[in-house]
């Protein structure tokens, strides 16, 4: 399956829209599949090709000096993987996780790391014709997670950009912290 180009090829159109064009090579009419989910009322969608686990919420490891929306860490069969709120990274408060929530565990470019959302919804099959591009809202880049907008069945659904989500330093950060956990007694969440 053809996925939407990480950073490369972003324009900003006439209309004023920020857009991902279709990768050099690849058909216009061909779909991908996107996990969706939930926070709050607002859905979003990753990559399904991205998603390696669905977890239900468990208790983290608080680490000390790291950024507001990391929630901790996790010793994942071995692997240390942060955890992301993303209603934190989004500008929103802190979530207070019930048994409810759910982690999703991605892999990116800059790493594994879980996401801390409040459900997941379905799984969606979109037509590459069919995403919008994303508002031009004067944001740095930095904090720009959406790649594209679907809207499907009277919603709108924002399609995340793994790679702006998580920036090389913060990932940089988290592996530092994460290779002197390794070396520390067991953690929670196994």
């Not at 989004?90 to 996401?115: E, S």
């Amino acid at each position: 399956m053809d996925q939407l180009p990480a950073t490369a090829g972003a324009q900003t159109g006439g209309n004023g829209l920020r857009s991902r064009g279709v990768p050099q090579g690849a058909d216009p009419v061909s779909s991908n599949e996107y996990l969706t989910f939930a926070i709050d009322a607002q859905q979003y969608g990753v990559d399904i090709l991205s998603v390696r686990e669905i977890r239900a919420w468990t208790e983290v490891t608080n680490l000390p000096n790291t950024p507001d929306f990391v929630r901790g860490i996790i010793n994942l069969r071995g692997t240390i993987v942060p955890i992301y709120d993303l209603r934190v990274r989004f500008g929103g408060g802190r979530t207070t996780p019930t048994r409810m929530h759910v982690v999703i565990v991605v892999v990116a470019v800059n790493g594994t790391f879980g996401l801390l959302v409040d459900s997941v919804s379905d799984i969606l099959s979109i037509d590459q014709r069919d995403l919008q591009g994303v508002p031009n809202t004067g944001m740095a880049d930095d904090h720009q997670f959406l790649s594209a907008l679907v809207a499907r069945d009277e919603r709108m659904v924002s399609i995340l950009d793994l790679d702006r989500l998580v920036n090389q330093a913060t990932a940089a950060q988290m592996e530092q912290i994460a290779a002197q956990q390794q070396t520390q007694p067991a953690l929670t969440g196994t």
